[in-house]
């Protein structure tokens, strides 16, 4: 699993949406898409070839215009899709769970140049 999988798989879902890996064009409304610190290595106990499992962290970044309820209602949205899912594929991967970090899209305020901004949070629980 790796952030093009995750982002191919957002896209089949908000087609008309642009995403970004780790880079946003701030010219326009768009998702960034970036890794942030995981949970570990996660080797079980029998060593490399016992581990089945694997996760990866994101934080999804949502950067809309000047309507902040514009941006919250894309946020949630996201947020939406991925609350609650499990046994899904993801372009390809076998995903066991999505687990998001906090109750609800948090509020970045604006940017430079007062375009609102929301972060998701997520880590996916994936087969190896």
Not at 88 to 108: K, Q, R
Request: proline share 2%; charged share 20%.
């Amino acid at each position: 699993m790796n952030t093009d999988n995750f982002k191919t798989y957002l896209k089949s879902n908000f087609p008309d949406d642009k995403f970004y890996n780790a880079f946003i064009n701030k010219s326009e409304k768009c998702i960034g898409l970036y890794l942030k610190q995981g949970l570990g290595s996660g080797i079980s106990l029998g060593g490399k070839s016992c581990t089945t499992i694997g996760s990866i962290s994101f934080s999804i970044l949502i950067h809309w215009d000047d309507d902040a309820s514009a941006c919250e209602s894309k946020a949630n949205l996201i947020y939406d899709s991925l609350f609650g899912q499990y046994n899904l594929v993801m372009d390809g991967i076998n995903v066991i769970s999505v687990e998001l970090e906090d109750g609800h899209p948090i509020s970045m305020e604006r940017d430079s140049g007062n375009n609102c901004e929301s972060v998701i949070r997520v880590i996916i629980y994936y087969e190896k």
